[in-house]
């Protein structure tokens, strides 16, 4: 008995799509890239309802129907999708885009924040380090052995710190595994 598929042991091309979104489910580039192919295909039934639309006739009724009830299925087809999506769209980009604006300025305006913060940032580290460098010379003229013995203490502490930063595991993620002390 072939079940109704010519024998060719091919499934039919709806329990192929479904058995295909059922193995990429917890995928989220894959969802992603359905969800993308879904309004693409959205896209292309609103053109071919213009199309009915704009040369409407009484005998055209129907492909006009057949037309609606394919988009109506392709957008619920389409939100399904989107729910296993879990893409966040911060609002500044929606007013932009509702401004009729550019979404790629809100990401050069964030880039540019960065950029000014992350120099804000390095400006303060290194006058923090040009603090340290002043105040370990003019420690070392007035208290030449004191500063001897921190700077030992230094040298065991980083290299005591490097030894158990070498020591700890990683997590695939790239994140380092904390042990517990004993």
Do not use: W
Request: charge should be negative; proline fraction near 4%.
């Amino acid at each position: 008995m072939t079940g109704g598929n010519g024998g060719n042991g091919a499934l039919p091309a709806q329990a192929n799509d479904i058995a295909t979104a059922n193995a990429s489910a917890n995928d989220p580039k894959e969802n992603l890239n359905q969800v993308i192919n879904s309004i693409q295909k959205n896209l292309g039934l609103i053109h071919q309802l213009y199309l009915t639309v704009s040369s409407f006739s009484a005998a055209s009724q129907a492909p006009l129907l057949q037309r609606l009830n394919g988009l109506i299925t392709e957008l619920d087809n389409m939100d399904k999708l989107a729910e296993k999506c879990n893409i966040q769209v911060p609002m500044e980009v929606i007013n932009l885009i509702d401004d009729g604006k550019n979404p790629d300025e809100f990401t050069r305006d964030v880039i540019n924040s960065c950029i000014a913060k992350n120099q804000v940032t390095k400006g303060k580290t290194d006058g923090f380090k040009a603090l340290r460098k002043n105040l370990l010379e003019e420690l070392e003229q007035a208290f030449p052995d004191e500063v001897e013995s921190y700077r030992e203490i230094r040298a065991i502490s980083a290299a005591e710190s490097k030894r158990l930063a070498q020591a700890q595991s990683s997590l695939p993620n790239g994140d380092v595994k904390v042990k517990p002390e004993l």
